[in-house]
């Protein structure tokens, strides 16, 4: 048994609603960028510095992190920010999601859709490297486009962006052949 989707994307359009209208627009691919800098300021602890003449106070040696007058760099030294703990919550989020779904009661993977074992088998090491070599694309990808599905599409469609729109009607042209290819239907 999953959750009826109505439901689920009525509280997901709720929530993204709530968020453009209290806090801002959800974006979550540039924490994951947050993430790598903090892991790279631990072992290099250069990489991000204090600098007054920054516009945010900090400056990298990492042109990425030192765009916007070093908004990611105090990203990377103060990641304790409504984005950061944003895309942590998702992911607690998911994991009570998968708890609490009905018919299940735990965390553990107990079935693997049938499409993915009509193709793949039913391996569920084979299920999640798929899973992992996918995410990597999607999120290598929406570091080119400047910004991921969750911004560029939910957030960018909500505040009526032509450009969300335009990156909606071009992910599904490339995502529905896609999977028709992959699961041969």
Known sequence: MYWNWLKGGSALGIAFLLAVVLVKPIGVSTQFVILDGI????????LVVKDQQAKKGYSSSNAYLNKSGGKYAKSVAHPLNYSFIFVASMILGGL????FQPGTGSVKIKQIPEVHQRRFGNSPVARALIA?????IVLWGARLAGGCTSGHMMSGMMQTSISGYLFAVAAFT?????AILIYKK
């Open 96 to 99: 009570l999601g998968r708890m």
């Open 174 to 178: 490339v995502a529905v052949p896609t």
């Open 39 to 46: 892991i790279g300021d631990t072992v290099n602890d250069s």
């Open 132 to 136: 992992f070599i996918g995410g990597f």
